[in-house]
C-alpha cells in the first residue's frame, strides 16, 4: 500500500491491502446491483399521502378488516422480521467499522442501508395501518433491542463480517418470503411487500455471496478460518431482542424459518464457493475445510433433535399480542 493512511482500520495489514485490492470488483459488483435492482419506496405499497383517494381509504379499511383473520403465529414471524429489520444501525456500524469510510465499500454500504431502510420503513407502516399488534409494547421491544447493541464475536476481522453477511441476507431472504406465503391466504398485501423486500435480500445476498468468493480466491487459507468462525451457528441479528428465543422457537414450529432453512444456505454456500473442492491448502485451512464440510450433516441432526421435541406441543405468549397463548 502507499503512504496513505488505510482506509480500512478493522483486520490484519494483509487484510486490509486484500480488501484495497478488491475496489475495482466491489465497484463492478455495486454498479451491476444498482442495474439489476428495482427502487421501490413504501409509500408505492402502503400509500400515506395528504391527497388521498377514496380508493386509498377502502383499501385501508380492507386490509384492517382482512389482517384480523392473521394467526397469532404469523403475527410473531411478522415482529421478528420487523424487529430484525430495524436494527439497521447496528448494522451499518458493523459494516462501516469493518470495511472502512471512504472508499467503494462505504459506497456500498451507504447504497445497501439506503435500500435496507426501506424494509423497516414498510413493515412498520403495514402493522401500523392493519393494526397487527399491541403497537407500544412492540415499541419497547424495539427500543430495548436498539439500545443493547449488536456485537458479535468477529474479533475485528472484516473476512467474517463478508460470511455473515452473504448467510445472514439469505436467511432473511427465506425468512421474509415464507412469512410472506403463510400471510397471504389472510391478508395479499402483507405477502407483496415482503416479495419486494425478500427480491431485495436475494441481490444483496448476491453481492456478498460474489465479494466473498473473492476474499476466498484471493485469501483462501485466512478466509476458509474465517467463514468456519461464522457459519456453524449464525448468531442471527435478533438474538438480543428479549424473548427472542421464544419467538424464533415459534417461527421455527411454523416452518417459517428454522435450522432446516439454515442447513439449505449453508449447503448452498459450501456449492457455491466450490469448498469442497478447494486444493493446494495449508495445514490449517485443509482442517478447516474439513469441518466446513461437515456442517451440514451436524444442522441435519440439530434439526431432527428439534423436530423431535417438537412433537410435544408448547405454549408461548408475548405481550405484543396481548398474551394471548399460541400453542404449536
Ligand atoms: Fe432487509
Ligand atoms: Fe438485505
Known sequence: MGSAA?????????????????????????????????????????????????????ELLRVRDAARGLPDAVRVALALNLLTEEGLPHFHRLIAT?????????????????????????????????RVFNMGALERMQYRYIEAGFNPDWHQDPYRLLAYTSLQERATQYAH???????GRYEPKIQRILAHISGDESRH????????????????????????????????????????????DVVRRADIYGPRHYQQIVEELLEFWNIGGLTGLSAEGAAAQEKLMKIPSRLQRMADYLDAKAAAERTFSFDFIYDRTITL
Open 177 to 183: 418470503a415464507n412469512t410472506g406465503r403463510s400471510c
Open 98 to 130: 469493518h470495511l472502512g469510510n471512504e472508499s467503494p465499500w462505504s459506497d456500498w454500504n451507504n447504497l445497501w442501508t439506503a435500500e435496507e431502510d426501506r424494509h423497516g420503513c414498510v413493515l412498520r407502516d403495514y402493522v401500523r395501518d392493519a
Open 6 to 58: 488505510p482506509k480500512i482500520s478493522f483486520g490484519t495489514p494483509d487484510q486490509i491491502e486484500i480488501l484495497a485490492a478488491l475496489e475495482p470488483f466491489v465497484r463492478e459488483q455495486t454498479a451491476s446491483h444498482l442495474e439489476r435492482r428495482k427502487l421501490w419506496f413504501p409509500n408505492d405499497l402502503s400509500p400515506a399521502d395528504d391527497q388521498e383517494t377514496q380508493q386509498d381509504i377502502t
Open 205 to 248: 445476498y448476491a453481492f456478498y455471496r460474489a465479494v466473498f468468493h473473492e476474499v476466498l480466491k484471493q485469501d483462501t487459507n485466512v478466509a476458509l478460518n474465517s467463514l468456519l468462525k461464522v457459519m456453524p451457528a449464525l448468531a442471527m441479528p435478533g438474538h438480543n431482542i428479549c424473548d427472542y428465543e421464544h419467538m424464533a
